[in-house]
T-cell receptor, first 113, second 112 residues
């Protein structure tokens, strides 16, 4: 199974752009990368997914270099409500269309006023 | 309007007891999951069911037995509870092959 490594914690201030990088050196050819957000006492919430290059949605952008051994989640202009734990996942593909989601330990982002 | 619900939200019990956690989703998904999150926030998948059939069983002790009576429900039964079983258990669901999973609010299990 693919293993992910990301910083344990990050601090930022309101209005700044935050970039969280995750390394996944043994990612397989068919594996996708996803990011989830988790607030205290809640279940994780899907943010974004990608396979390569750049993906953008209304919440974040995901940058994946050509070798796909890392990925960077970019949160533009964070606010206090973005304080949460962010998980990088590699989705290990299985036959039949299923996959094994491998969560890392997450990055605890604290946004300061 | 709750998408994925779990009961109970909190569960405090003694070692050796047997307990169950229930999960229901009303999203029409065909795949459901159970995760365990420890005190250090490490989230690990335990089981995955697709259309009531087990597709993932990640080295979980036999004391844990998932049961899926239908596509909308995946219950978790735990026998002979141990101190190390204390954690938050999350249920989730998705369409088969889709990476966006919807998580329930979690069940905090405390074994004393």
């Amino acid at each position: 199974l693919a293993k992910t490594t990301q910083p344990i914690s990050m601090d930022s201030y309101e209005g700044q752009e935050v970039n969280i990088t995750c390394s996944h050196n043994n990612i397989a050819t068919n594996d996708y990368i996803t990011w989830y957000q988790q607030f205290p006492s809640q279940g994780p919430r899907f943010i974004i997914q990608g396979y390569k290059t750049k993906v953008t949605n209304e919440v974040a952008s995901l940058f994946i270099p050509a070798d796909r051994k890392s990925s960077t989640l970019s949160l533009p202009r964070v606010s206090l409500s973005d304080t949460a734990v962010y998980y990088c996942l590699v989705m290990d593909s299985l036959s039949g269309g299923s996959y094994i989601p491998t969560f890392g330990r997450g990055t605890s982002l604290i946004v300061h006023p | 309007d709750t998408a994925v619900s779990q009961t109970p939200k909190y569960l405090v019990t003694q070692m050796g007891n047997d307990k169950s956690i229930k999960c229901e989703q009303n999203l029409g998904h065909d795949t459901m999951y159970w995760y365990k999150q420890d005190s250090k926030k490490f989230l690990k998948i335990m089981f995955s069911y697709n259309n009531k059939e087990l597709i993932i069983n990640e080295t979980v002790p036999n004391r844990f037995s998932p049961k899926s009576p239908d596509k909308a429900h995946l219950n978790l039964h735990i026998n002979s509870l141990e101190l190390g079983d204390s954690a938050v258990y999350f249920c989730a669901s998705s369409h088969l092959g889709e990476y966006e999973q919807y998580f329930g609010p979690g069940t905090r299990l405390t074994v004393t």
